[in-house]
């Protein structure tokens, strides 16, 4: 049947393989007039706020070279964080009724893994907000979903050897660069600062005194593990492919002002050491691969959200759910057909 595609197109891209903490998260009761927040003392009630999200058209959003643009939303952002909720409490109760949602112990190895392959892993969760428990609560959904689609799958270790062997591109490690930095968008302050660098300063006294690089940027550059030099902005790539470790590059106009880089080290692109770590995430996203292509785990899904019983108090956004359910019910032409919910003009 051709409505069996389109739903798993649908939802595996849009709601299940991006569903997030939502899992065991609760779906909004009705909308309180309790207050959320306050301006100077005047209430934000928590039914102003998601009156407003049930008709937010628009985001913001990050283009890949980090420019933040104003975006149309499909659907309103309520609703689509009302459908990830929904997605993720339907995949944990497949998983349990499968017999394969992760114990917390699971949960916890998971968690320390991921943590051991990006030290930053559990600080940038909880730098955007997340508490342990929703981070814990995203990494079961997420597991859950990978064992739903990976059952019955076995992958060998020497299926695992002939990936890594046949797809060397995969294991390479690109050329890094450990590096500081100090940006100014003022032409006195390059001035200043450029004489008492001459002078003999410190680069960390001088960087204390002008840098006006802001947090998040100077995180992203000055990581202690290195960054690739091959996304480093063009301007910047050239200065440190031409400067030495140890060495300071010439001041360089980028991004709005000028900056100059200290080169602690370098080095060069070279094959990955393949830990037992990187073999186990092989042989996962092989099974996975595997499991999409022959598993019926996403339909499966498809249909208990065509059948679940989602019951809203806020009656608009109510309305927004019966309206996407029935357009998955009646998903029996291309998805460019079956158009969206349109949030209410602003």
């Known amino acids: 049947m051709k409505t069996n595609s389109i739903l798993t197109a649908a939802l595996l891209s849009s709601l299940i393989l991006t569903t997030g903490c939502g899992g065991d998260e609760a779906v909004p009761a ?30 913001r959003a990050l283009t890949p070279d980090g420019q933040v ?18 997605a993720g409490k339907l995949i944990l109760a ?22 051991e392959g990006n030290p930053k892993y559990i600080e940038s969760f909880q730098a955007a907000g997340y508490s342990m428990e929703q981070l814990k ?22 299926e695992v050897d002939e990936y890594i062997k046949e797809n060397p591109d995969e294991f390479t490690d690109a050329a890094g660069v450990k590096l500081d930095l100090i940006f100014v968008t003022d032409p006195a302050a390059q001035t200043a600062a450029q004489e008492e660098l001459s002078g003999g300063a410190s680069f960390e006294a001088v960087k204390e005194k002008y840098d006006v690089a802001s947090p998040s940027d100077r995180e992203k550059m000055t990581d202690p593990r290195g960054i690739r030099i091959e996304g ?6 050239a200065a440190v492919d031409s400067t030495e470790p140890g060495q300071l590059t010439s001041w360089v106009e980028s991004a709005g002002g000028q900056i100059i880089l200290k080169i ?20 996962r996203n092989i099974a996975m691969a595997r499991g ?49 919910t349109e949030a209410p003009a602003q």
């Open 30 to 59: 009705a909308a309180s007039s309790e207050a959320f927040g306050t301006v100077n003392g005047t209430p934000i009630t928590a039914e102003e706020m998601l009156a407003f999200m049930q008709t937010k058209a628009t985001v």
């Open 264 to 283: 602690d080290s370098k080095t060069p692109q070279r094959p990955t050491e393949i830990t037992e770590a990187i073999r186990k995430n092989v042989q």
């Open 292 to 340: 999409q292509a022959t598993n019926n785990a996403s339909m499966l899904i498809a249909q208990e959200l065509m059948a679940a019983d989602v019951r809203i108090s806020a009656q608009a956004l109510q309305q927004q759910w019966d309206s996407f359910a029935d357009r998955m019910r009646s998903a029996s032409v291309p998805p460019s057909q079956a158009a969206p």
């Open 232 to 237: 480093l902005l063009p301007e910047l790539r």
């Open 137 to 158: 609560n995203q990494v079961k959904t997420e597991m859950s979903q990978e064992r739903l689609v990976t059952q019955g799958i076995t992958v060998t270790v020497a």
């Open 94 to 115: 497949s998983a349990e009724k499968a017999g394969v949602s992760p114990t917390d112990a699971d949960i916890d190895a998971e968690l320390k893994m991921r943590n």
């Open 69 to 86: 643009v104003e975006v149309a939303l499909a659907d309103s952002f309520a609703i689509q964080s009302l459908q990830e909720i929904v």
